[in-house]
Structures are given as C-alpha cells and as structure tokens.
C-alpha cells in the first residue's frame, strides 16, 4: 500500500504567501466587494460541486464538476491523472471559466479550504490575476459564508447522493434560487440584486475612465 501522506505533505501548497493573514485587510469587513470564499461539496463515488460565494453580497456560483472521461474504468495510478473531476489541474481550468467571466475588480481574492484540489492555485491566479488564501487548519469560521451556503445548499444535493447526477444546467438553476433569496443582511435584498449593483457601478466607472 502506498505509504500515507503527512499533514505537512498535504498541505505543501499552502505558503507564507497564502496564509489567511495575508490576505488584505479590506476583506475582513465586508465593505468592499470582490472577495469570495470557496471549497467543495463532496457526493457519493468522488462527486462533487464547487461552490464559491462573494463576501459582500453574498452572491454564489456553483462549479459543476463532471467527472473525467475513464472515471471508474481506468485503475487509480499513483501519480497518475486525477479523473474525479476535482483534481487540481480540472479543478484549476473550471474556476478560471467561471471566474474569468466576472469583472477584474471584482475578483479580488479567493479563500479556500485547504485540500489538495486548490494545489494549483499558483496557475488560477496567474491566469484571473485573483490571489489566493487557506483558511487555517480546523477553522471553518473563516470561510463562513461558504459554510453557511453549503449547509443550505444540502437541501438541493443531501449527503449520501451521486452529485454526477446533476447537469450544468440543473447546477445553474440551483445558484439562480439561492441568489434570489431575499437575505435579512443585506436588507431583505437578494444577491443578486447586490450583485448587481456591484456590476453597474464597475460598468460606470468604466465608462467614467474611458470618457
């Protein structure tokens, strides 16, 4: 059997440079928008869905994960391609299609769990120009929009289930629902209402710098 890795091996990519303390001071109250948090949902058989929510208006996407073509056929290789569909580097290229499609500034930071499957996060942030920061080890709190979003997202995918059962479209009507969930703090506005108003005002500061 392969020998277990350490904690300090499975950690290996989190660094000096992508500790939670890092990350900018802005973030921690909320006021300015283009921060998220992230981590996975886990489902039957390696499924997953990749979740991710915006701090300040608390506006969620949802990554759809498919599997890897040979999942399930091709024997598990150590050091060999990842075909769970949240390997590090299928994990990379889904969260820079998603997130390339919001604005620069509005994709300040993300902050993540610490598994493996951000390990490439070198790349992600390279290619969105978004760093990236681990929460530290046991401390779910500091992702707890995230947290909070996955606890209610379990009505839509409840533990126990094959999450490969859902299409990408499914997964987006998902994200619609919640992000039109009036939310007390925000002042019984919904996400995507907020989330909204962030994009006006980044298209009219565009149109302010460019006139």
Known sequence: MPRARTRQEAWAHVTAKTVLAKRPKEAEDRQVAGHWEGDLIIGLKR????????????????????????????????NGPALAGYGALTMNDALINVMSSVPASLRRSLTWDR??????????????????YFAD??????????????????????????????????????????????????GWRT???????QLRSVQQATVASTG
């Open 191 to 197: 996400p995507a209402e907020a989330f909204e108003d």
């Open 115 to 132: 598994g493996k499957e951000l390990s490439a996060h070198a790349l992600f942030t390279e290619a969105t120009k978004t760093p990236v």
């Open 47 to 78: 499924s997953a869905v990749a979740t991710l929510i915006e701090r300040t208006t608390r506006y969620a996407i949802l990554v759809h994960l498919p599997r890897e073509v040979g999942y399930g056929l091709i024997p598990p290789k150590k």
């Open 137 to 186: 080890a046991k401390s779910p709190w500091q992702r707890g929009s995230n947290e909070h979003l996955n606890g209610l997202l379990r009505q839509y995918f409840p533990k126990g289930t094959d999450l490969s059962r859902w299409s990408t479209a499914e997964i987006a009507a998902i994200a619609t629902a919640m992000n039109n969930r009036p939310r007390g703090i925000l």
